[in-house]
Nanobody
Framework: QVQLVESGGGLVQPGGSLRLSCAAS????????MSWYRQAPGKERDLVAT????????SYVGFVKGRFTISRDNSKNTVYLQMNSLNAEDTAVYYC???????????WGQGTQVTVSS
């Protein structure tokens, strides 16, 4: 059974930091490109960051560059998103996504809420 379980969300003050984790099971994690997406209330789900299966290449959307860092530990089947200098616009549900680099397989986690507020 495929599972992606996000954790680490919560309430944080502007300027603060959070580290999200996504624990994967039920598939060959090291063969999948991993991404973080986010969805704010009333808005579409947007890509935030992506890391290749081996972790050698990372990409970020413009609004998080320099503030967020994606990483992965293939020995733990886990992908992380370190988020610094958070602001109110970062408030959203953050989702973990796994996409196979060998076939048409794609999985989503259930999401974790991040709220940035004073």
């Amino acid at each position: 059974q495929v599972q992606l379980v996000e954790s680490g969300g919560g309430l944080v003050q502007p300027g603060g930091s959070l580290r999200l984790s996504c624990a994967a099971s039920g598939f060959t994690f090291s063969s999948y490109r991993m991404s973080w997406y986010r969805q704010a209330p009333g808005k579409e789900r947007d890509l935030v960051a992506t890391i290749t299966s081996g972790g050698n290449s990372k990409s970020y959307v413009g609004f998080v560059k320099g503030r967020f860092t994606i990483s992965r530990d293939n020995s733990k089947n886990t992908v992380y998103l370190q988020m610094n200098s958070l602001n109110a616009e970062d408030t959203a549900v953050y989702y973990c996504n796994a996409k196979s680099q060998l076939g048409p397989y794609e999985y989503w986690g259930q999401g974790t809420q991040v709220t940035v507020s004073s």
